[in-house]
């Protein structure tokens, strides 16, 4: 018997004596029983905890309410999967303001470096910790264009909120590229000093569309 064979006899040896490790129920919780309302309240809390603004409107007021934050910019860009219904009150119906990306003619990040606004939906929230997950889908596009300009908006519809992590998991693709946000792009340096605007938008708005 060679010392290597000898050594995993032994182990071997000792693993059979030793006794079983004893089993651990493990009560993870799954969902979170909060009715809309409350899934509301509390996405809405924790968004502008992390200074995002954020409003709650009628789905119906949604193309108002884009319009409104839109005002001002001199471009902005949507995935070409995006409710043109959404864009209605921006009074652009793809002429010199709004750019359109798309997997077939993506926008160069230069391009997207020049744009003063993206407008995008959203796959799911977790109301508990803030988070608005994009999954790539068609009505949110590729992660460059939420990733370069320096305002977001993005819509978020209530039956979309879930309460905690699981939950939300459960509803995407996980072979999907997936980007987290919570609040605009901010970071600290050593003396606690924040930045925004380091790694995305130093801007973000969220419409929650009930």
């Given amino acids: 018997?060679?010392?290597?064979?000898?050594?995993?006899?032994?182990?071997?040896?000792?693993?059979?004596?030793?006794?079983?490790?004893?089993?651990?129920?493990?009560?993870?919780?799954?969902?979170?029983?909060?009715?809309?309302?409350?899934?509301?309240?509390?996405?809405?809390?924790?968004?502008?905890?992390?200074?995002?603004?954020?409003?709650?409107?009628?789905?119906?007021?949604?193309?108002?309410?884009?319009?409104?934050?839109?005002?001002?910019?001199?471009?902005?860009?949507?995935?070409?999967?995006?409710?043109?219904?959404?864009?209605?009150?921006?009074?652009?119906?793809?002429?010199?303001?709004?750019?359109?990306?798309?997997?077939?003619a993506p926008l160069s990040v230069a391009e997207l470096d020049g744009i003063d606004a993206v407008v995008t939906g959203s796959a799911v929230a977790v109301a508990e910790t803030g988070t608005i997950i994009l999954d790539g889908s068609a009505n949110q596009g590729r992660r460059a264009i939420s990733l370069v300009p320096d305002h977001h908006i993005c819509v978020v519809k209530a039956a979309d909120i879930t309460g905690i992590l699981p939950e939300a998991l459960g509803r995407i693709d996980g072979t999907r590229p997936v980007t987290m946000i919570s609040g605009p792009s901010a970071t600290s340096d050593i003396e606690l000093e924040r930045v925004e605007g380091v790694h995305g938008p130093r801007r973000l708005d969220v419409i929650i569309a009930r």
């Fill in 1 to 104: 018997m060679t010392a290597r064979e000898d050594i995993l006899s032994r182990i071997r040896a000792a693993l059979q004596d030793s006794p079983q490790a004893p089993q651990i129920p493990r009560e993870y919780r799954a969902a979170s029983g909060l009715d809309t309302d409350a899934l509301i309240e509390l996405l809405v809390d924790r968004l502008v905890d992390y200074k995002a603004q954020v409003a709650v409107v009628p789905e119906t007021e949604v193309p108002a309410r884009i319009a409104s934050l839109l005002d001002g910019a001199r471009s902005f860009v949507v995935p070409e999967g995006f409710d043109a219904g959404w864009l209605a009150g921006t009074g652009d119906d793809g002429g010199s303001r709004r750019r359109v990306d798309s997997l077939a």
